[in-house]
């Protein structure tokens, strides 16, 4: 079948039981939103237009909050101005997800066009800082199955997960296997509520970072999700040692996740001694898998789970690597230098393509030598 | 004997509470604001859990700590859109957004435009003391013409929002004002505004006794009359327009009219999406329409 990458992240959440999605529309991800308010009717969801993206990411939140799997999806420009709930989001422990479809900037930038130029705008995004997941598709089965894996990694670790794709992912066409598009198991840990009717600590610390979650609506387990810095029931609580023990709650489940194995490995494609590996993340994996059937010999690392890294097991990969040539679709190498920041690895060469042009197989083959 | 039992479970005040202890000033209007509510939970006899009230930031919101209930203390001004969210997937629940004037009226201006149009069953109460309080004295959209505060000292040039009067225009199907200080009149109107199918603002003169030495509970007291429920749009509008001397409280406008999930055809009145087993999704149909 034949399908766009907008179109299979809307798959993967539908699979993954979206109940509640609401948008602002902005070029190069409202297909998705044109995707899913047609089939409002066959699964039941609530589809909502919104009147910008702060009341898309807080509508949300509230729905996230009240029980539903939700999410949003916006270019750079909107997440921009859903950033500030993103740390609301992950200040509550809530469960979203957004995906970030990418487009050049900074600003109005280029909209129909393409670029790699928002990752180290996600992984920072919102004041001060809070566990996250973020990943990022290379083709259409991916954008589908870590699409559905994101709702569900939200629920486990009640974190946002954002999917980063980008406008040539998300509105190029790909050929896929029906039989791909239909894998996928369900988990749920949204409804573990334990010592009903005791003194409901919905912010309890535990060791994984992780505290038993109740939905409004539930008797005997009120609490308050709370944007201030709060204790074990939600309450506000400014004193210092709270203060440490919530925000060492939340950041530890960065551990938990890297921990549980959930963080997939770089894929390798090609041969395995290949003299030259080309790195590469998202979208980047199209091209370079073209360059490696039709022109040179060389090998490729693909990321496509982002962050956190898993360290050790990406450092492992990267262990194997002669020659690297990092190829990103933005102006500094945003990738490469992650990859060093996280594991001290650095690329033998950066290939950046700012252009809002996806990279072509003939100008990337002429490009791979050293 | 069943009179007994009634009475036993019957919910009391209390039942709201929780253990903090209020750090409002004293004298602050929101502790009237916040005994009303309560008062109008006991009358409806709703059930702390299944009460979600969402909070914006400003002094009013640290109330958040201390009512009994699901509660969401949200973003500055992003209380409207979390509320919204929550009540499409579950309308079971009674869902009530409470800010002030700064929070509902500046910077989350556009959520209330859009929240009055939109028309989902929420109750939003607006604790309107025409200052900023919690950041300690400046300037909001409701302050009077040449209010003088520490960010304009020479006086507020710009005229304030009509919160009923934009309410009105914005298709808002309940319209009520009500002041601090009297709390059996205001109690009354968050119940019936809480009782209203659709979305019902409630804007609360709350006197703040701390920053706003303008607009106290004498100014309000000289000023307020009551007015009785209006079903007309036009005669709503003459009130909504009257600030001066004379300040109108009470119910300006009320209309029954389908609420925004009414007019859905795929799901069932009241239906909550929250409740659809999604355990077992069948994409394969829609895969079917792909080339």
Known sequence: ?370 | MSNQAQTKNRLTISDYSTPMIPTWCPGCGNFGILMALKQALVELQIQPHQALVVWGIGCNSNMCNWLNVYGIHALHGRALPVAAGAKFVNPKLTVIAIGGDGDGYGIGLGHFIHSCRRNLDITYIVHNNQIYGLTAGQASPTSDHGAKTKSTPCGVIERPINPIALALSSQATYIARGIASDVAHLKGLIMAGIQHRGFALIDVLQPCVTWNKQNTYEWVKERVYKIEAQNSRLKAQKYAEEWGDKIPVGLFYQEERKIYSDEFDHLKKDECVIEHDISQIDISGTLEEFV
């Open chain 1, 1 to 370: 079948m034949l399908l766009t990458g907008n179109e299979a992240i809307a798959l993967g959440a539908l699979k993954a039981g979206l109940k509640f999605y609401a948008a602002y529309p902005m070029t190069p991800a409202t297909s998705i939103l044109h995707f899913l308010a047609s089939h409002e009717h066959q699964y039941k969801i609530i589809v909502k237009q919104t009147e910008d993206e702060i009341a898309a990411m807080n509508m949300v939140i509230g729905a996230s909050v009240a029980g539903a799997r939700a999410m949003t999806a916006t270019s750079g420009g909107g997440f921009a101005l859903m950033v500030e709930s993103l740390g609301f989001g992950a200040m509550i422990e809530t469960t979203l997800v957004c995906a970030v479809v990418s487009r050049p900037g900074p600003a109005t930038g280029m909209p129909t066009w393409s670029a790699q130029g928002d990752l180290r705008f996600l992984t920072h995004a919102a004041p001060d800082e809070f566990p996250r997941i973020i990943l990022a598709p290379g083709d259409a089965v991916e954008a589908y199955q870590l699409t559905f894996k994101a709702f569900n990694l939200a629920d486990q670790y009640q974190v946002p997960v954002l999917i980063l794709s980008d406008k040539l992912l998300g509105e190029s066409f790909f050929t896929v296997e029906k039989s791909q598009m239909l894998e996928g198991d369900y988990q749920n840990s949204k409804f573990k509520i334990q010592n009903f009717n005791q003194n409901y600590e919905r912010y309890k610390v535990t060791e994984s970072g992780v505290s038993a979650r109740s939905i409004p609506g539930t008797r005997g387990h009120l609490f308050i999700a709370n944007s201030d810095e709060h204790d074990e029931f939600g309450y506000s609580e400014e004193d210092s040692e709270n203060r440490v023990r919530q925000m060492s709650k939340r950041m530890r489940k960065l551990e938990t996740i890297v921990k549980d194995d959930v963080m997939d490995a770089p894929k390798w494609y090609g041969p395995k001694n290949a003299d030259i590996t080309l790195i590469c993340w998202g979208s980047g994996k199209g091209a370079c898998l073209e360059v490696m059937s039709n022109v040179k010999l060389v090998n490729i690392l693909h990321f496509s789970h982002i962050y956190p890294l898993d360290i050790d097991r990406v450092k492992r990969e990267l262990a194997k690597i002669k020659k690297s040539i990092c190829v990103e679709a933005n102006y500094s190498g945003q990738f490469a230098d992650y990859l060093y920041e996280k594991t001290g690895f650095k690329v033998d060469r950066k290939l950046c393509k700012y252009d809002g042009r996806p990279w072509f197989m003939e100008e990337l083959a002429a490009n791979v030598n050293f």
